[in-house]
């Protein structure tokens, strides 16, 4: 799917504004009066979907409802972090550290990389903002995989890049050697994402070398990890040791997942200083709240706690996919904290099958992915997909 970046639409109705008449009594105009014209928004707007949101469950009497749809960690923050919330819910009269250098300060130390190489921002998401702004208009191209993350799109759609969506491998991985073919002298950005959102597999460290390795210095290569700690996969890319080998590289990591932190909105970002100096001219003032920056603070003090909940998520992920295995299922190799079910034109099927027994998951089109929950959940889930295969495969 390919976009420009024209001119704004002639698309708003020319229809003249509504009249009303009002008497003497104040009477008001008719509700059948036309409406007034919508103002001109741009065309681009129409070459991608918005962003949307897990669904949640549905309320079914006799059932507790299980939401799947949105990969949260379905553990609540440790207790530390609760706490040190609870201390910070103060003055919200008052702005927070711009620099967010306490948490900065943290991450150098945690990472081992300068304070000049770190950007802190609302969630991810605003980096993937960020990054196409200071990457990429209307003259440029844009390469990621797909399916994958949604806001890949959407960012780079925004600001009128061309985008090169490269079709993942019948295993749900990305093709590298594709989306290497599919740089020209117009590419700017590439978005890189492992473990893939929503297929599951992660990228290895000698493929993603080998493939950097062919990328021209000017592009900037962006590498989504929002997952990274879930992944078990023994020689996975190692995101800060490419970071520190290839200057054009900018690791994109984030404390909603593994930390539990999802609605406090702290990303990060990891790469040279002038990448982040750019990064820094287009994030927003002030974004991430004092009580945010303090809670991913105290969890980052609690790292090995984090990864060790990390990889019990883990453990019940293999367990579940190797359950939907043995039922017959193609589940691609799963390294975060979902997995992927490549159910095709069936998919909404599948997801009002989990409707109806209060269960939401996400429904992406070519699949439906299922975040990983409580033992309660993904047993229904099993049970749901059982009988799902039974009545849509099985003569």
């Known amino acids: 799917?390919?976009?420009?970046?024209?001119?704004?639409?002639?698309?708003?109705?020319?229809?003249?504004?509504?009249?009303?008449?009002?008497?003497?009594?104040?009477?008001?105009?008719?509700?059948?009066?036309?409406?007034?014209?919508?103002?001109?928004?741009?065309?681009?707007?129409?070459t991608f979907p918005p962003y949307i949101p897990g669904k949640p469950p549905r309320q079914v009497e006799g059932l507790e409802s299980?939401?799947?749809?949105?990969?949260?960690?379905?553990?609540p923050p440790l207790p530390a972090v609760l706490e040190t919330m609870v201390a910070h819910a103060t003055n919200p009269a008052l702005y927070p550290d711009d620099a967010a250098l306490a948490l900065r300060q943290g991450l150098a130390d945690r990472l081992g990389v300068g304070l000049d190489q770190l950007v802190v921002t609302t969630g991810a998401s605003e980096l993937l903002v960020a990054l196409t702004q200071i990457t990429s208009d209307a003259t440029t191209e844009a390469i990621y995989p797909w399916p994958?993350?949604?806001?890949?799109?959407?960012?780079?759609?925004?600001?009128?890049?061309?985008?090169?969506?490269?079709?993942?491998?019948?295993?749900?991985?990305?093709?590298?050697?594709?989306?290497a073919a599919a740089i020209t002298e117009d590419t700017r950005l590439i978005i890189l994402c492992s473990p893939n959102n929503p297929t599951g597999p992660v990228l290895r460290d000698d493929e993603v070398r080998a493939f950097l390795d062919k990328v021209p210095d000017h592009v900037l290569v962006a590498l989504d990890e929002a997952y990274w700690e879930f992944a078990t996969e023994p020689g996975r890319a190692d995101g800060l040791g490419l970071v520190r080998d290839y200057?054009?590289?900018?690791?994109l990591r984030t404390f909603s997942k593994a930390h539990?932190?999802?609605?406090?909105?702290?990303?990060?970002?990891?790469?040279?200083?002038?990448?982040?100096?750019?990064?820094?001219?287009?994030?927003?003032p002030f974004g991430v709240t004092d009580l945010s920056q303090a809670a991913a603070l105290e969890s980052l003090n609690h790292w090995d706690e984090v990864l060790e909940r990390a990889g019990e998520i883990a453990q019940?992920?293999?367990?579940?996919?190797?359950?939907?295995?043995?039922?017959?299922?193609?589940v691609p190799e799963a390294q975060a904290n979902y997995?992927?079910?490549?159910?095709?034109?069936?998919?909404?099927?599948?997801?009002?099958?989990?409707?109806?027994?209060?269960v939401a998951v996400r429904n992406l089109g070519a699949g439906v992915r299922i975040s990983?929950?409580?033992?309660?959940?993904?047993?229904?889930?099993?049970?749901?997909?059982?009988r799902f295969r039974i009545e849509h495969f099985e003569d």
């Open 1 to 46: 799917m390919n976009v420009s970046d024209p001119a704004a639409s002639d698309s708003a109705s020319t229809s003249a504004p509504g009249t009303s008449s009002s008497s003497a009594s104040g009477s008001t105009a008719s509700a059948s009066a036309p409406s007034a014209p919508s103002p001109r928004l741009r065309a681009a707007l129409e």
């Open 66 to 75: 299980f939401k799947l749809s949105s990969n949260e960690n379905f553990l």
């Open 148 to 179: 994958s993350f949604e806001m890949y799109p959407q960012t780079t759609g925004l600001v009128g890049s061309t985008r090169r969506e490269v079709p993942l491998t019948a295993e749900g991985r990305h093709d590298l050697d594709a989306m």
């Open 247 to 251: 200057p054009n590289l900018v690791l």
């Open 260 to 284: 539990g932190l999802a609605g406090l909105r702290v990303g990060y970002a990891v790469a040279r200083p002038p990448v982040i100096e750019g990064l820094l001219k287009a994030v927003i």
């Open 316 to 330: 019940t992920r293999d367990a579940f996919a190797a359950a939907l295995r043995e039922q017959g299922w193609e």
């Open 339 to 358: 997995v992927w079910l490549p159910l095709g034109e069936k998919s909404g099927a599948f997801e009002d099958a989990c409707v109806e027994q209060a």
């Open 372 to 386: 990983i929950g409580e033992d309660e959940a993904l047993a229904r889930v099993l049970e749901i997909a059982e």
